[in-house]
């Protein structure tokens, strides 16, 4: 369980590298161990506040067919740029929306890639 958990951040924090690479109003500035600490930020971020306005957007989550849940990540990560100097998103219509997206894209290619990994 511990192994899936770092595994788990792990990828978060790789989901951010390729989103600071991809797109020019979301850095994250101080190296590795930022990354690190924003993975770790965001994961909480979205594990305590996440699910509380998962919960409330419920009916409007199910009435766009899971779309709002990109305006919710979205939501988080600027929740995250606003409590690190670490990570810094410039917009959120369109850096904050493409980030999430991105995270969102990547998070699931390395679930699916390391999903052997996590097993074992």
């Known amino acids: 369980m511990l192994r899936a958990i770092l595994i788990k951040w792990a990828i978060i924090a790789l989901a951010f590298a390729v989103t600071a690479k ?3 109003g979301v850095s994250v500035n101080g190296g ?5 600490w924003v993975s770790l930020l965001f994961g909480l971020v979205n594990v305590i506040i996440g699910t509380i306005l998962r919960l409330i957007t419920l009916p409007l ?3 766009t067919f899971g ?3 990109i305006v919710i990540n979205a939501f988080l990560i600027t929740i995250t740029d606003w409590l690190t ?3 810094t998103v410039d ?3 369109w850096d904050a929306i493409l980030a999430a997206i991105i995270i969102g894209l ?3 290619i390395l679930d699916y ?3 052997g990994l996590k097993k074992k």
Do not use: N
């Open 22 to 24: 991809l797109l020019d």
């Open 106 to 108: 990547t998070t699931a």
């Open 67 to 69: 779309l709002f849940l």
């Open 32 to 36: 590795f161990w930022a990354y690190v």
């Open 85 to 87: 100097s670490d990570l």
């Open 113 to 115: 890639a390391f999903r």
């Open 61 to 63: 989550t199910i009435l």
């Open 91 to 93: 917009d959120f219509f």
